[in-house]
């Protein structure tokens, strides 16, 4: 089993960059694909992009492909997705989530373990 715990969320603006990261426990994150997904008010939850166990497989959404940019490392338990051009459309609750079959596409259904969430917030 993991936990996870995400940070680096906040108000930003149109154009502007964050970094989230991603700190899991439990000596089975590197053997874990990752994801991260995000939630509007009012709307299901979507998937942003995933990254397998090694970080050599990666999967976005169209949204926000060439944007955001999921990395991983494993020596510190952590992944990271990296925001640049960031649209008041992106504003949502991000959240991480593992796997541990490997999995990195886009059900959410597939991930068992999920962070809390971060608030992301664009203005424009």
């Known amino acids: 089993q993991v936990q996870l715990v995400e940070s680096g969320g906040g108000l930003v603006q149109a154009g502007d960059s964050l970094r989230l990261s991603c700190a899991a426990s439990?000596?089975?994150?590197?053997?874990?694909?990752m994801g991260w997904f995000r939630q509007a008010p009012g709307k299901e939850r979507e998937f942003v992009t995933a990254?397998?166990?090694?970080?050599?497989?990666?999967n976005y959404a169209d949204s926000v492909k060439g944007r955001f940019t999921i990395s991983r490392d494993n020596a510190k338990n952590t992944v990271y997705l990296q925001m640049n051009s960031l649209k008041p459309e992106d504003t949502a609750v991000y959240y991480c989530?593992?796997?541990?079959?490997?999995?990195?596409?886009?059900?959410?259904?597939?991930?068992?373990?999920w962070g809390q969430g971060t608030q992301v917030t664009v203005s424009s």
């Open positions: 989530a593992a796997n541990p079959s490997d999995y990195y596409g886009s059900n959410p259904a597939m991930f068992p373990y």
């Open positions: 439990g000596r089975t994150f590197s053997s874990y694909a």
């Open positions: 990254i397998d166990w090694s970080g050599g497989r990666l």
